[in-house]
């Protein structure tokens, strides 16, 4: 059984800053990679920004370079997204993606979290 947990969204007002948190627990053996896409309402889900373990390098969407960053605090399996000079357009639920491996050699599977809501008023 692997659990992935966001928290950390809420409501504030362009300008503001937030920081989600995302933790992976459970049956796992590595994990390698974590991330963070977003959903706004009638839009499709998009890439937000990742951690790439194995290679200890990050991405971001062209959208939101330059304001979030994500970090991680690999004992505990935990990735974090800062959030500064949100706009409205970075409303949306948030989602957490962990792709990892329960087992030595097997294979290598997507799980999400449930979301966290964002809201960035004007």
């Known amino acids: 059984q692997v659990q992935v947990v966001e928290s950390g969204g809420g409501l504030v007002q362009a300008g503001g800053s937030l920081r989600l948190s995302c933790a992976a627990s459970?049956?796992?053996?590595?994990?390698?990679?974590m991330g963070w896409y977003r959903q706004a309402p009638g839009k499709q889900r998009e890439f937000v920004a990742v951690f790439d373990i194995s290679g200890d390098m990050t991405n971001y969407a062209d959208s939101v370079k330059g304001r979030f960053t994500i970090s991680r605090d690999g004992a505990k399996n935990t990735v974090f997204l800062q959030m500064n000079s949100l706009k409205p357009e970075d409303t949306a639920v948030y989602y957490c993606n962990a792709r990892l491996r329960r087992h030595y050699g097997g294979a290598w599977y997507d799980y999400w979290g449930q979301g966290t809501q964002v809201t960035v008023g004007s």
């Open positions: 459970g049956s796992i053996f590595s994990i390698s990679a």
